[in-house]
């Protein structure tokens, strides 16, 4: 009785060892690769499922974006700039069955394949465009990247450089260009003043000799502003009839001239 009650058992305890082991449960953001006797039988999941104990293995592949820094990176520009450059990328397993066959690790896969793009890119732009065009080059980078992890089944969905660390002397060299280029267009922007100034005076002149009341009007305010301050400035009139009429009566230059003698 002792022996059959311990069989029964023990019997008892293999089959619950083996119906726990035929039992899956995958949530919603995993998928279980089921290989068979060392043979990809397919993805399974999400929910309750079974397999067959000893003969089936399941790998579970989470399907959650991975966000992933890219640890900084020494890169030389095309103009030969050493700057030190920092990213993160965003990717997600679309495939669970290539992600578990065609590589062993896919997260350390990415990183890899992550960093060498990101010196190769970057090693081939000037700084001016790594500073100004940085949506370009982080397409780029999203480009080539998903290029390769595509036959891993993983979809590389975004990429963006973080953070880009200028030498010192590069620095001080950008900020000595960047005065220089202010005091350019302060000097310009001056010159358009003065040049636009002149054109208005210029103007003014046509329109008072064609109008000589209103240059009379003119001299009288220039005359109560002056006089408006507490000064002891002495203005004495003079009527342009009076200089017309010197400037009528005097002597041609011919006449005041002596006559040479041959």
């Known amino acids: 009785m002792n022996s059959g009650l311990m069989g029964i058992i023990v019997g008892a305890a293999v089959l619950l060892l ?31 499922f079974f397999i067959i104990p000893v003969v089936d ?24 700039v050493t700057v030190r450059v920092n990213a993160v990328t965003y990717f997600n397993v679309v495939d669970p069955n290539r992600s578990v066959v065609a590589i062993e690790d896919h997260i350390k896969g990415t990183s890899q394949i992550a960093q060498t793009t990101l010196r190769s890119i970057l090693g081939q732009v000037d ?40 030498p010192e002397t ?17 000097k310009v922007i001056h010159a358009k003043g003065e040049f636009e100034a002149a054109e208005t005076l210029a103007n003014a002149a046509v329109r008072l000799e064609g109008h000589p009341a209103a240059l009379h009007l003119r001299i009288l305010s220039t005359m109560s502003e002056i006089s408006s301050d507490r000064n002891s400035t002495l203005i004495f009139p003079l009527p342009m009839e009076i200089l017309r009429l010197v400037d009528m009566l005097r002597p041609p230059d011919a006449e005041r001239s002596p006559a040479r003698t041959s």
């Open 18 to 48: 083996l119906l726990m082991a035929a039992v899956k449960v995958v949530p919603e953001y995993e998928r279980g690769v089921i290989f068979r006797l060392g043979r990809i039988i397919g993805a399974k999941g999400p929910g309750l």
């Open 170 to 186: 590069m620095r001080r060299a950008m900020a000595r260009q960047a005065e220089s280029e202010r005091d350019r267009r302060a």
């Open 57 to 80: 293995r399941m790998v579970r592949v989470s399907l959650r974006t991975v966000t992933m820094d890219i640890p900084p990176q020494d890169v030389i520009t095309k103009d030969n």
């Open 127 to 166: 700084l001016d465009e790594l500073l100004v065009n940085r949506d370009e080059i982080n397409q780029r980078l999203q480009q080539i990247i998903d290029g390769v992890t595509d036959p891993w089944g993983v979809k590389v969905t975004l990429v963006e450089v973080k953070d880009v660390e200028l």
